[in-house]
Nanobody
Framework: VQLVESGGGLVQPGGSLRLSCAASGFTFSRSVMYWYRQAPGKEREWVAGITSVGGSTTYADSVQGRFTISRDNAKNTVFLQMISLKPEDTAVYYC?????????WGQGTQVTVSS
């Protein structure tokens, strides 16, 4: 199983970014996918999730209405569209998948929101 995030960077407050997570080594279309983040000095926290069938989505209260999780099963990729970014969104963002009862993480991509 491999998860590779990309799309992070430095953005000004109010700006937007789109993160991608390319998955391989498992049946992506059957797996629920998640985004987490970890800010400096804080615990890793759940951000958003998307089901395998139907694409139902859920979000943490802190990002509801600003972030959108989506997936492209043909490309084995999950996305996180982020708008109206705030300094408190600064963190390393991770993709997560549970496969056959075991959890897998990507290496993370840094998002920094600063003027």
């Amino acid at each position: 199983v491999q998860l590779v995030e990309s799309g992070g960077g430095l953005v000004q407050p109010g700006g937007s970014l789109r993160l991608s997570c390319a998955a391989s080594g498992f049946t992506f279309s059957r797996s629920v996918m998640y985004w987490y983040r970890q800010a400096p000095g804080k615990e890793r926290e759940w951000v958003a999730g998307i089901t395998s069938v139907g694409g139902s989505t859920t979000y943490a209260d802190s990002v509801q209405g600003r972030f959108t999780i989506s997936r492209d099963n043909a490309k084995n990729t999950v996305f996180l569209q982020m708008i109206s970014l705030k300094p408190e969104d600064t963190a390393v963002y991770y993709c997560y998948a549970a496969v056959n009862g075991r959890g897998y993480w990507g290496q993370g991509t840094q998002v920094t929101v600063s003027s």
